[in-house]
Protein backbone atom coordinates (compact mmCIF):
# COMPACT_ATOMS: atom_id res chain seq x y z
CA UNK A 1 0.00 0.00 0.00
CA UNK A 2 1.05 3.47 -0.84
CA UNK A 3 0.87 6.12 1.62
CA UNK A 4 0.90 9.81 0.95
CA UNK A 5 0.77 12.18 4.11
CA UNK A 6 -0.09 15.90 4.17
CA UNK A 7 -1.32 18.53 6.61
CA UNK A 8 2.23 19.85 8.16
CA UNK A 9 3.12 22.99 8.38
CA UNK A 10 3.70 25.95 11.20
CA UNK A 11 1.80 26.82 13.78
CA UNK A 12 1.89 28.55 17.01
CA UNK A 13 1.73 27.17 20.50
CA UNK A 14 -1.67 26.53 21.38
CA UNK A 15 -2.82 25.80 17.86
CA UNK A 16 -4.70 23.18 15.49
CA UNK A 17 -3.38 20.94 12.60
CA UNK A 18 -5.31 17.77 10.96
CA UNK A 19 -3.03 15.65 9.20
CA UNK A 20 -3.84 13.32 6.47
CA UNK A 21 -2.52 10.25 5.11
CA UNK A 22 -4.20 8.86 1.69
CA UNK A 23 -3.73 5.47 0.64
CA UNK A 24 -4.09 3.65 -2.35
CA UNK A 25 -2.64 -0.08 -3.41
CA UNK A 26 -4.10 -2.38 -1.30
CA UNK A 27 -7.69 -2.96 0.60
CA UNK A 28 -7.35 -0.04 2.81
CA UNK A 29 -9.69 -1.26 5.28
CA UNK A 30 -7.53 -4.69 5.68
CA UNK A 31 -4.65 -2.60 7.27
CA UNK A 32 -4.68 -0.22 11.07
CA UNK A 33 -2.95 2.31 10.83
CA UNK A 34 -0.39 4.49 12.51
CA UNK A 35 0.79 8.24 13.16
CA UNK A 36 4.92 8.24 14.23
CA UNK A 37 7.10 11.13 14.58
CA UNK A 38 10.34 11.85 14.54
CA UNK A 39 12.28 15.39 15.80
CA UNK A 40 15.44 16.15 15.05
CA UNK A 41 18.32 13.99 16.78
CA UNK A 42 15.50 11.61 18.50
CA UNK A 43 14.74 8.59 17.70
CA UNK A 44 10.82 7.58 15.96
CA UNK A 45 8.43 7.06 18.14
CA UNK A 46 4.75 6.21 18.28
CA UNK A 47 2.07 8.82 18.53
CA UNK A 48 -1.34 7.11 17.91
CA UNK A 49 -3.00 4.39 16.39
CA UNK A 50 -6.53 3.04 14.96
CA UNK A 51 -7.77 -0.29 14.12
CA UNK A 52 -9.47 -1.73 10.88
CA UNK A 53 -12.81 -1.47 12.47
CA UNK A 54 -12.59 2.18 13.78
CA UNK A 55 -13.33 0.40 17.17
CA UNK A 56 -9.98 1.08 18.94
CA UNK A 57 -7.39 3.34 19.47
CA UNK A 58 -4.10 3.65 20.81
CA UNK A 59 -2.26 7.04 21.71
CA UNK A 60 0.91 7.81 22.99
CA UNK A 61 0.81 9.24 26.84
CA UNK A 62 2.28 12.65 25.47
CA UNK A 63 -0.80 13.11 23.22
CA UNK A 64 -3.88 11.70 24.64
CA UNK A 65 -6.76 14.14 24.67
CA UNK A 66 -4.92 16.39 22.33
CA UNK A 67 -4.65 14.60 19.72
CA UNK A 68 -7.54 12.53 17.77
CA UNK A 69 -6.83 9.61 15.08
CA UNK A 70 -9.44 8.74 12.82
CA UNK A 71 -9.88 7.09 9.83
CA UNK A 72 -12.54 7.22 6.36
CA UNK A 73 -12.07 3.43 4.63
CA UNK A 74 -14.25 5.13 1.82
CA UNK A 75 -12.08 7.83 1.42
CA UNK A 76 -8.65 5.57 2.14
CA UNK A 77 -7.65 8.58 4.29
CA UNK A 78 -6.16 8.50 8.22
CA UNK A 79 -6.48 11.72 10.35
CA UNK A 80 -4.87 12.99 12.93
CA UNK A 81 -6.54 16.39 14.38
CA UNK A 82 -3.85 17.82 16.71
CA UNK A 83 -4.82 20.49 19.35
CA UNK A 84 -2.96 22.39 21.93
CA UNK A 85 0.47 22.00 19.83
CA UNK A 86 3.62 22.49 21.80
CA UNK A 87 7.38 23.19 20.55
CA UNK A 88 7.78 19.90 21.73
CA UNK A 89 5.29 18.26 19.02
CA UNK A 90 7.82 19.59 16.31
CA UNK A 91 8.76 16.73 14.31
CA UNK A 92 7.93 14.86 10.85
CA UNK A 93 5.13 13.07 11.09
CA UNK A 94 4.60 9.64 9.19
CA UNK A 95 1.66 7.83 8.48
CA UNK A 96 2.18 3.85 8.47
CA UNK A 97 -0.10 0.66 7.48
CA UNK A 98 -0.04 -2.69 9.42
CA UNK A 99 -1.77 -6.00 9.35
CA UNK A 100 -2.07 -6.03 13.30
CA UNK A 101 -3.21 -3.29 15.68
CA UNK A 102 -0.14 -1.89 18.32
CA UNK A 103 2.20 0.81 18.64
CA UNK A 104 5.41 -0.86 17.66
CA UNK A 105 6.85 0.80 14.58
CA UNK A 106 8.27 -2.97 13.80
CA UNK A 107 5.02 -4.21 13.10
CA UNK A 108 4.07 -1.55 10.37
CA UNK A 109 5.59 -2.49 6.93
CA UNK A 110 4.63 0.66 4.79
CA UNK A 111 5.18 4.14 5.33
CA UNK A 112 4.64 7.29 4.16
CA UNK A 113 6.92 9.94 3.07
CA UNK A 114 6.37 12.26 6.17
CA UNK A 115 5.12 15.72 6.64
CA UNK A 116 7.00 18.71 8.58
CA UNK A 117 4.99 20.07 12.00
CA UNK A 118 6.57 23.18 13.41
CA UNK A 119 5.48 24.61 16.53
CA UNK A 120 6.67 27.70 17.64
CA UNK A 121 6.28 29.03 21.31
Known amino acids: VQLQASGGGLVQAGGSLRLSCAAS????????LGWFRQAPGKDREFVAA????????YYADSVKGLFTISRDNAENTVYMQMNNLKPEDTAVYYC???????????????WGQGTQVTVSS
Open 96 to 110: AASLDFGPRSEMYAY
Open 25 to 32: GRTFSNYA
Open 50 to 57: INRSRRNT
